[in-house]
């Protein structure tokens, strides 16, 4: 099934703990870095590959003003997603439910985000997006509870709860569109009170899944908070890297594609194992780095790396990755070879890139063509590979 996958931006609270700090405006309305804070969540959304658009549900009262507002900022920086902006209500919950209310037909999924947690990353939504099953009715971010909890009333200790299983909630919340409707329903018709939707889904007794969240992900809440601002936080800026290899047949190390052997295949010429697929994604993350190409790092003169394992060569490369901020969101090889015939191959080197990726399959893509019996890889003289790999980096 083709999902679409929108978001709903919640800017339209009262914020009025922090209101003496800020001389009554509202939180997600303070600048920072030159734009109202609820842009930030905008901008982080929209360098996730798979989002189609943002609900953004502001106070009735301001909805003009900040249409307004949302004009010049796309102008300035258009984020390349469809932008709508909406009236909310007086609860949290009757502002989602107004911001379901806009998504079009086709949506199929939803991140429910808190525009006062501005500072999480492409990398959490990835991550909840590859945590959501069909099995699953949501999938939300938690981090540990490291303080000692306490029950209490009247200023009295009743209990202390066992920290080991505790877990604090954070935002961006991932759900299947039709179930937050019906929950919604529900919840208005009964007369529930909720804190998030998460909460919603416990109360109709259905089952929320867990990943880690981010501890850079703090909700700006208290005048202490504010703090936090002042610290200069990047946002990552969306970046992509192609890569291109070449091996010619007739040398003496068995074919290796994504990491798998392939057995009945030609020998390949080459100073490494020759895993021409794994060399040219190489190539593509060190261009998103601007490092150069794999020869610059692992030169064919080297010794150290006769006969060496290309995913041993990913993994260091990888590592200067994470170095360098860099989060991968998505990643499209084609193999170009008259032989061998590699479609009973892809899914299997599918999953083993993802795996030395730390992805999930469904961000990793394997084609397999030939070219018609055209040029060398027509004459069945080697094989070529191209890769394309996007992503995001957080830049000092």
Known sequence: MTHSLWTIILAAGQGSRLAPATGGTRK?????????????????????PALAGVVLVFPAQELDLRSAELETLKNIADPGVRILAVSGGDRRQDSVRLGLAALPRDCTRVLVHDSARPFFTPALVQALLAGLTDEDCGVIPVIPVTDTIKQVENNLVLSTLARETLRAVQTPQLF??????????QALTEDWTVTDDASMFERAGLTIRTVPGE???????????????????????PCTGFGYDVHAYGGNRPMVLGGMPIAGAPFVKAHSDGDVLLHALCDAILGCLGLGDIGDHFPDSDERFENISSAILLSEVMDKARASGLCLTHVDLTVIAQTPRLTPHKAAIRGNVARLLELSDQQVNVKATT????????RKEGIKAVAVVTGTRTLP
């Not at 997600?28 to 996730?48: C, D, I, K, N």
């Not at 299947?176 to 919604?184: A, I």
């Not at 501890?215 to 601002?229: F, G, H, Q, S």
């Open 176 to 185: 299947p569109v039709d179930l937050l409707r019906r929950v919604h329903e």
């Open 215 to 237: 501890t850079a992900n703090l909700k700006i809440t208290t005048p202490e908070d504010l703090r936090v601002l002042a610290t200069h936080t990047p946002l990552p800026v």
């Open 28 to 48: 997600q309305f303070l600048h920072h870095e030159g734009h109202p804070l609820y842009w930030r969540s905008v901008l982080t959304m929209s360098a996730v």
């Open 371 to 378: 070219e018609e019996h055209l040029g060398f890889t027509g």
